[in-house]
Each structure stands twice: as C-alpha cells, then as structure tokens.
C-alpha cells in the first residue's frame, strides 16, 4: 500500500468506522468485544487488497458477515450434550492423588541442591544420557551418577510414593521422577 491508499484507508476507518461496528455488534449478539474483533479482522482483510477493492464498505460487510458465519459454525460444533441424568460418578478416575504426588514432588525438589536438581531435569525430565548432562555441567560420567543417585534418594525418603516397591496407585505414581513432573 502507497501514501496516497494509506492515507485514503485511514479516512475510509474515521468515516465509517462508527456505522461498520454498529453492524458488527449486531452481528455478534450486542458483544462490543467480540464486535470490535470481528471488525478488525475485516479491517485487516481490505487493508490488504485496499488498491483493489472498488467498493470497500461492501467488501467489508461481506466479510462482517462471512467472519461471524464462519464462528457461529465453529461455535456450532462445540457445543455441549446435553442428557437426562448425570452419568455414574463411579466410573470418573479421581485425579487429586496426582496433584499431591506433583505438589509433593515440587516441595522435595526444592529442597535438593542446584546441582542435584539439574542432574535429575537433565537425566529424567529431558532424558539425556550421563555423558551429555556430564559434558552440560562440566563434570564427570561418575559424578553425574552418584549425584544423581544421591538425588534419588533423598527424593525418595521425601516423598515415598517414588520408592522402589511402594504400592501404587494408579499410572501416573510410577519410579520416575518424569512420570511425576508431566
């Protein structure tokens, strides 16, 4: 876009702005929000072919129209179900032990040393071999694996849930701390 179209797009917005949003929030159920990004999009659609268009407040309706027809078919499929009854609350999995196990894991996390802390990231959330975390923190192969065993254990008497062994309750209280961080 020249100057001279710039400049004829910014006069075209100050004059009809005002009777294009009135139809864009009529469009939208009287949602000035949603109103003012409905013509927005439309505004940013004929900026880029504003050279041209030959009749812009037709163009931009059309596309008013088109951009709220387009969500209210999106809107259209997402829509919820709606049932008689409730299904069963039995068969619904109860997620809290998983949110106490990572509550858990993030308090015991804090309370390891920087360096064991960057060990246990690097070998079991990013799953890196122990020459890569060694060469990452310049250290030796050795010292990647005893930190990182010492790590684990103190992890372990923190938080039992992550002991070899322990009863689990359910997929997500596996021996790895990863398991525990997703």
């Not at 797009?9 to 009287?30: C, D, I, K, Q, Y």
């Not at 072919?49 to 709220?68: D, H, K, M």
């Amino acid at each position: 876009m020249n100057d001279e179209e710039e400049r004829r797009f910014r006069e075209f917005v100050a004059a009809r702005s005002p009777a294009l949003m009135r139809t864009a929030t009529l469009l939208t159920g009287g949602d000035t929000h949603a109103a003012e990004d409905l013509l927005q999009t439309a505004l940013a659609k004929a900026a880029g072919r504003w050279g041209r268009l030959e009749n812009p407040e037709a163009y931009l309706r059309q596309v008013l129209y088109r951009q709220q027809v387009s969500l209210w078919r999106l809107l259209r499929t997402r829509r919820e179900t709606t049932v008689a009854e409730l299904p069963d609350a039995a068969g619904r999995e109860d997620t809290t032990g998983a949110a106490e196990l990572r509550i858990q894991m993030r308090r015991a996390l804090a309370r390891l040393t920087a360096r064991q802390r960057s060990m246990l990231v690097l070998r079991y959330f990013e799953d890196c071999p122990e020459g890569e975390v060694a060469e990452l923190l310049g250290c030796s192969v050795g010292t990647v694996r005893s930190t990182t065993h010492r790590a684990l254990a103190k992890l372990r008497k923190l938080v039992p849930e992550l002991e070899p062994g322990a009863v689990s309750r359910g997929p997500e209280f596996g021996n790895s701390p990863a398991e525990v961080w997703k």
